[in-house]
């Protein structure tokens, strides 16, 4: 599918500004969309919205379907009845600055057990016959899901494998007996659900009214600790004990001459074909309720996947096995029609996946930290760019701009500022207008680099296990100078309709 000539943010709702130590889906998120229209943006692409576990990563969640309640807005809950304004004045004092999420965890989940208890006690009416309507509808996932993080929190948070044979292996009674004894728990994680997706779609639906679409993410492999593998252990490549045989991972590359060893689980490919690709089918619907626009990530998985066995200690002994390819798009476009994907077509990128992404045409992205390491063919460069492209100064997973070039060393700084020419402005605004100026349909600029911030300010550092996923911004850091400068490049470049909101004051 392709897009029209647009423009757009990268920022978690993590990282947005708020009083209980995390982002959140409340008032700054919405004063953010209202910075995206004032700046001429009609797109905000976030990261995986699941519950998170090892690490904090968005990328290793406890379900590939479930929303995260840290996400959940207290005050919501406060207007709603939930819980109490003296509850939230007990909050502690959180760094504004970053995510120090072990406290910001304990002190969210105390507030939102109490909340999930009075919504219990209370059942109000405005919100009661939706609840139970939301977990109708749900069922398919949720039950699975609510039990599993139940039983997680009955065992000190050891993963499944390690729970009593009888449950990991989902034994009929022994699963009735764990559903009779944590049905508070299991309520709460309802609850939990239910609150989330509910904050979520009101915040969606103001973003549509403002002219702003959202982009999320799907990464393509689930984490081991997860309801998904728990619950459907046959479609991964697992042994007779629920221990994995290989594990995914990409080879030695540009973030690391080990490569990365991910260790999620792989699918059985063969399985799933089988049964017509139906969990993906129905994770791609979950999906396309929460957002307008998937980036698919590690696309490249689709074609080949690198393949590590489970006791390796690093990536470099694995190899390629192919994937699913063609026949699982062909399948998912004839059961849910032409989806708006963006094929995340980083790395070791071979002719084959070259040719399943544009099998479908499908945008792949560009990112111009790669772009001045080698000579004039570099794929990165703008002018090797196809219309259909989504061009980044940098992802999650890089560096700042900032950051970046101040760690490049000459030969490649000299590069960069031939390719630019002169320039007058920082170099964080000389690459953000590089990107608005190409002929990539799509520009979608980190927040970080709108703002010039250096690596303190990085999101996540790939092959690290801790110290990522923690930076927020702060509510006076959007000054009305960053408004007017997007929207005067989204003016200029084509990326935004010069009548459709009234022009900025100019605070040059």
């Known amino acids: 599918m392709r897009y029209p000539r647009s423009a757009g943010i990268l920022l978690h709702p993590t990282s947005l500004p708020g009083h209980f130590g995390i982002g ?96 219990h006690a209370t059942k109000p009416v405005r919100y009661w016959a939706d609840f139970e309507q939301f977990c109708a509808d749900n069922q398919s996932w949720l039950e ?114 080990t490569g990365q060893l991910w260790g999620n689980p792989l699918y059985r490919w063969d399985v ?28 490249r998985g689709f074609e080949a996947y690198w393949e590590v066995p489970a006791r390796e200690e690093t990536a470099i002994n694995g190899e390629w096995v192919k994937g699913p390819g063609q026949d699982f798009f062909r399948t998912v476009k004839d059961i849910l029609g032409e989806l708006p994907i963006i094929a995340e077509d980083l790395g070791f990128i071979t002719d084959g996946v070259r040719e399943l992404r544009d099998a479908f045409d499908l945008p792949g992205m560009k990112i111009l930290q790669f772009a001045f390491a080698s000579d004039a063919d570099n794929r990165y460069l703008p002018h090797n760019y196809s219309l259909n492209s989504v061009i980044y100064t940098g992802t999650h997973d890089n560096e700042t701009t900032l950051g970046w070039y101040q760690s490049r060393d000459q030969e490649e700084k000299a590069k960069l500022h031939t390719y630019l020419a002169p320039v007058s402005e920082s170099i964080n605004w000389a690459l953000i207008r590089l990107a608005y100026r190409s002929v990539a349909n799509t520009v979608i600029i980190p927040l970080q680099d ?54 900025m004051p100019d605070y040059m």
């Open 24 to 119: 959140d889906l409340g008032e700054s998120a919405y004063r953010f969309v209202d910075f995206l229209v004032e700046s001429g943006q009609s797109l905000w692409q976030i990261l995986p919205l699941g519950p998170t576990g090892y690490g904090d990563s968005p990328y290793q969640c406890f379900s590939a379907f479930a929303g995260n309640p840290l996400l959940i807005a207290l005050e919501a809950l406060q207007a709603s009845g939930d819980i109490s304004a003296e509850q939230l004045a007990a909050a502690p004092e959180f760094p504004a600055k970053y995510v120090d999420y072990g406290p910001v965890i304990n002190f969210k989940y105390s507030v939102l057990k109490e909340a999930a208890c009075t919504f």
């Open 450 to 503: 709108v703002l010039g911030l250096d690596n303190e300010a990085r999101m996540n550092t790939p092959a690290t296990p801790s110290g990522n996923w923690g930076w927020r911004f702060r509510t006076g850091d959007l000054f009305p100078q960053y408004r007017h400068k997007l929207r005067e490049l989204a003016l200029a470049y084509g990326r935004t309709e010069p009548a459709a909101r009234e022009a």
């Open 272 to 299: 799933l074909a089988e049964e017509g690709y139906s969990w993906w089918i129905d994770r791609f619907t979950q999906t396309f309720k929460m957002v307008d626009i998937v980036r698919l990530d590690h696309f």
């Open 144 to 257: 699975d899901f609510a039990l599993f993080m139940a039983l997680k929190g009955s065992h000190g948070g050891a993963p499944w494998n390690t729970w009593e044979w009888e449950l990991t292996s989902r034994q009929p009674a022994a699963l009735a007996a764990a559903h009779e004894r944590l049905a508070p728990e299991i309520f709460a994680q309802r609850y939990y659900q239910y609150r989330f997706c509910r904050q979520w779609e009101t915040l969606k639906g103001y973003s549509h009214e403002q002219g702003v679409q959202i982009i999320g993410d799907i990464p393509i492999f689930v984490a081991f600790d997860s309801a998904d593998l728990w619950a459907n252990p046959h479609r991964f490549h697992l042994d007779e004990e629920r221990r994995t045989t290989s594990v995914a991972g990409v080879p030695p590359d540009y973030f690391s001459p």
